[in-house]
């Protein structure tokens, strides 16, 4: 396997995490338990778009990993 699909592995994951946050965040009625969901779920699209810059960069590096 390699880096890039292994990043692309890793960014699959991180956007089903971002959707559960999402969903546990609408979903509470506990305005303190809402809050730590949108926190978490701040943090999560922070790492998602640090994980993209990597990827397009892994992408223009090595054209080889660009697709896969």
Do not use: H, P
Request: glycine letters at 6%; charged letters at 25%.
């Amino acid at each position: 396997m390699t880096v890039a699909s292994q990043v692309k592995q890793t960014l699959a994951s991180l956007k089903g995490i971002q959707g559960t946050l999402g969903i546990y965040s609408n979903k509470s009625q506990d305005e303190e338990t809402k809050n730590v969901f949108n926190e978490a779920l701040s943090n999560v699209n922070d790492i998602i778009k640090d994980m993209e810059k990597r990827l397009q960069a892994l992408e223009f590096e090595e054209f080889q990993y660009k697709g896969n």
